[in-house]
């Protein structure tokens, strides 16, 4: 592993890890956990992030080729600088722990609005059930359930965004590379550790230590930037 690699791995896994413990995603695949089978739970959330990752990589890859290189560097300075900003201003205003009971009722509302519509005629409902099951033999309802919930509340999320801007910085393999590697550990810890661990994490912590860490990205662009 060359060094334009191995600097971008290691800045995509610890930027992931303090961006993703805590997160909203995160608290998503805690309670699924306690619901449902957890290796359903973890195929989906974990592949709804990998399949993001890539996705964030490729456009982050592909940016500097649309626009100027150093324009891009300059963007994704500034993105650093703007993450790092906000994760620190969520570090310290109140409500640290309204996330967890919010995204449970979230999930909540939206299991009773999938389960509405259930007095239907009996002929509809066996044609449900031969539909259901075809699908199920490809496709778990758990699992999909599990991946499109993660897939849509990290689409536009901070690290998301975070994760295009080091694309377009530092080598794309090493950020999928760590990305994914960082996108396991939490997502593992979710469902093997479920609610009772998810109770347990200091929300701002975990925010104060990602500002910190975005704003050391950003000064180090700003450094190699100079230094170029």
């Known amino acids: 592993m060359n060094h334009s690699v191995l600097q971008g791995f290691t800045k995509s896994l610890a930027m992931t890890v303090l961006s993703e413990i805590g997160d909203k995603t995160f608290f998503a695949a805690a309670i699924l956990a306690m619901r449902y089978p957890r290796r359903l739970v973890l195929a989906g959330c974990l592949s709804a992030l990998i399949v993001m990752t890539i996705l964030s990589a490729l456009l982050g890859w592909a940016a500097p ?116 590697l960082g996108q396991a550990l939490c997502t593992t810890a979710a469902v093997v550790g479920g609610k009772s661990l998810a109770k347990q994490i200091s929300e701002r912590l975990i925010a104060l230590s990602g500002g910190v860490l975005f704003i050391i990205f950003g000064i180090q662009s700003v450094l190699s930037a100079v230094e170029s």
């Open 65 to 180: 080729n649309l626009i100027p290189r150093k324009l891009t560097h300059h963007i994704t300075t500034l993105l650093f600088f703007a993450f790092g900003l906000w994760s620190l201003w969520d570090a310290f205003k109140d409500g640290e722990a309204e996330d967890l009971a919010e995204i449970e009722a979230e999930l909540d509302a939206n299991m009773k609005t999938n389960g509405t519509g259930k007095d239907k005629s009996k002929g509809d409902d066996d044609t449900k059930k031969k539909r259901r099951s075809f699908l199920t033999q490809f496709f778990s309802p758990i699992l999909l359930k599990a991946f499109s919930i993660t897939f849509f509340g990290e689409w536009g999320d901070k690290s998301q965004l975070a994760t295009i801007g080091l694309a377009a910085d530092e080598n794309p393999f090493g950020v999928v590379l760590g990305g994914i």
